[in-house]
Structures are given as C-alpha cells and as structure tokens.
C-alpha cells in the first residue's frame, strides 16, 4: 500500500489470506476478465464498503463486504454461464466501448447480458468468427492463458499465393514487430492451402496464442496481407449451425471438452 492510501483501504488490504483478491472476485462476479478487472480497479472505479480501492492484491470477504463498481452494486452469480457466438464483422470484443461502437453484447437478449457475461480474449473489429462469452472468472481466465491457450483455428483470404518457404516460415514461427517497438517470434502454427484463385488463396491456420492482431501480422510478415479473417473454431468448437450474428449455449461437454483440451496443452510445457 502507498501512502496515499486511507485507513479503509489500509484495512481492507491487512485482512487475512484467507481472503479473495478483488480482481478474482470481480472476475467470478463476471464484472470482466481478470486482467481487465485489475485495470478497473486501477482506475479507481471499484467501491469496497463505499472506499474506492485502486492498489491490486487488496483482499475482501465477499460474504462481508460490500462491492461496487461505478456506483453499482456487484454480487456474485450462482448461474454461470457459457455461450458460443458467431461474430460478425464491425463489432468490437468488450463489454462497453467509450467510442459507442456496438459490441458483442449487443448481439445477446438483456436477459443474458443481465447475468454480467464478458469475451472470453478478442477478435479484431474487422475479424468476424467463433467468440466465447461467459460470466465464469476461472473459465475465462483458464482458456486465455498466454502460455496454455487454446488451439484457434482460422480461415484467412490473403492477397497472392504463398509459397513453400512462406509456409514453411509460418509453421516454425515468424518475427513480427510490437507495437512498442520490439519484435516478437510467434510459435510454430498448423497451416494449410485450402484454395485458391487468380489473385488470393484461403488459408486455415491454427495457433495456440492469441497475441493483438496476430494472424494477420503474421501473414503481412510474409509477404500476404489478409483479405478477409474468420474464426471457424476454438478448440473442438466449430461454427456449425450458428448464422452470423447468432449465438448458442454450449453443452455441459463442450464446457468439459475445452477445460479438458486446456489441461492437456498445459501438461505438455
């Protein structure tokens, strides 16, 4: 704790380990992601009995203390929640955006929106596809890993036909520049040509990382810039029977299935 801090939060922060971290419970509440859920509580929208709380690792007593985020009140949820949605190109993976842009949750019933469902990780607003929504912190937190993620697979239209060093580059990992300057090597993808005409081929590919925009600076690395990017499957997950703009519940096997395949992926580093 810094010195700036009241006694409340300076309380709040010496409550014993036996405790939950705000972030998780903010996370398991289906306020946001984990991650996202830090950088609220940074930001200094997070209420704990009327204090706000900007320190991370601050611990509360979910049955005690009361929270709020921007003035509303936030509790846990007993139904968790696990949806499967086919997003279309044009809308933006958060739950809010500032720019008022439409976002997934808008492709949903308030009925759902209600149980404080997020994306499990983010599509591009110009990449269409397969996208998980959930109100379960661990689920969500599980599945978007950096180091165990789940396989992705995606359909990308690119400019030209990409030769056999091409291929090759992409399926032993490519440097690609970050935004900050550095450059980073992506891991070995599965990719194959699936078809191609005059002037593009579509490309499948899967990853077992989800870094911003990665699949489509991999395949500008190249020398492919992507035409057109769609998700068509996570894990064993496909889009079968899900029109764009549609969602569905996933079964409580799907639910298993991919947990499972998590497993197995972080059994294997």
Not at 10 to 26: I, M, P
Not at 112 to 119: E, W
Not at 158 to 166: E, K, L, N, S
Not at 187 to 207: C, M, N
């Amino acid at each position: 704790m810094n010195s700036e801090q009241s006694p409340e939060q300076k309380q709040a922060s010496e409550q014993s380990t036996e405790g939950v971290r705000l972030a998780r419970f903010l996370a398991h509440a289906g306020v946001a992601s984990r991650r996202h859920a830090e950088e609220i509580i940074h930001a200094g929208r997070v209420q704990v009995n009327g204090q706000t709380i900007t320190t991370q690792g601050v611990r509360i007593d979910p049955d005690r203390d009361q929270v709020s985020v921007d003035g509303k009140p936030v509790q846990l949820s007993s139904h968790k929640v696990y949806i499967m949605i086919n997003k279309p190109a044009g809308y933006v993976s958060t739950a809010y955006d500032p720019q008022q842009r439409p976002t997934v949750l808008s492709l949903v019933p308030p009925e759902i929106r209600q149980l404080r469902v997020y994306p499990v990780g983010r599509l591009d607003i110009d990449t269409s596809g397969l996208l998980l929504l959930t109100n379960d912190g661990d689920f969500a937190l599980q599945l978007t890993h950096p180091r165990y993620s789940t396989r992705k697979h995606y359909e990308a239209v690119v400019q030209g036909h990409p030769d056999a060093f091409a291929l090759e580059s992409l399926r032993h990992g490519v440097p690609i520049r970050e935004d900050d300057g550095g450059t980073f090597r992506t891991s070995p993808a599965d990719v194959r040509v699936l078809r191609q005409d005059e002037k593009e081929s579509t490309l499948l590919l899967t990853l077992h990382e989800g870094h911003k925009r990665q699949v489509r600076r991999m395949l500008r690395a190249v020398g492919h810039p992507v035409r057109h990017l769609q998700r068509v499957g996570v894990g064993t997950l496909t889009l079968k029977g899900v029109a764009p703009g549609k969602w569905r519940n996933l079964t409580e096997v799907e639910v298993q299935q991919l947990m499972k395949e998590h497993s197995k992926n972080k059994g294997k580093n």
